[in-house]
């Protein structure tokens, strides 16, 4: 997935930033995958990543997702929410973590190597 970013010039920035969710394989779980929300903050020379939370989509949700069906558009799942702010994570919290906070988590998590470079 990092490797499809494109890399484009824009004015004077310093980053470039990618923000992207979706499944991984984890066979010690039921369904055999869990979701995160990825970033990637690129310099010009390096790349930046960081990871948010995980967690289990209900089987049949995983299930149509790998048929191609894009889980935004599962309103009988979800309602009609989980193309918005709340997020598919919203409706299987019971809005308890929206997706907004995984995509900053996966930000924050990506600008560990940036801000702490004296570490690194």
């Known amino acids: ?3 499809s970013m494109r890399r484009k010039e824009h004015g004077t920035c310093s980053y470039g930033v990618g923000i992207e969710a979706g499944m991984y394989e984890v066979p010690e779980v039921e369904t055999g995958y869990m979701d995160a929300s990825i970033c990637a903050i690129y310099d010009g020379k390096d790349y930046y990543i960081g990871f948010s939370p995980s967690f289990e989509y209900p089987k049949t949700v995983v299930d149509r997702v790998l048929q191609g069906e894009e889980l935004g558009y599962m309103e009988d799942v979800f309602g009609s929410t989980a193309k918005g702010r709340k997020g598919a994570i919203g409706v299987l919290t019971a809005g308890r973590v929206y997706r907004d906070e995984l995509e ?3 930000v924050i998590m990506a600008l560990t190597k940036i801000v702490s470079k004296d570490v690194y």
């Open 1 to 3: 997935m990092l490797m």
């Open 104 to 106: 900053e988590y996966a």
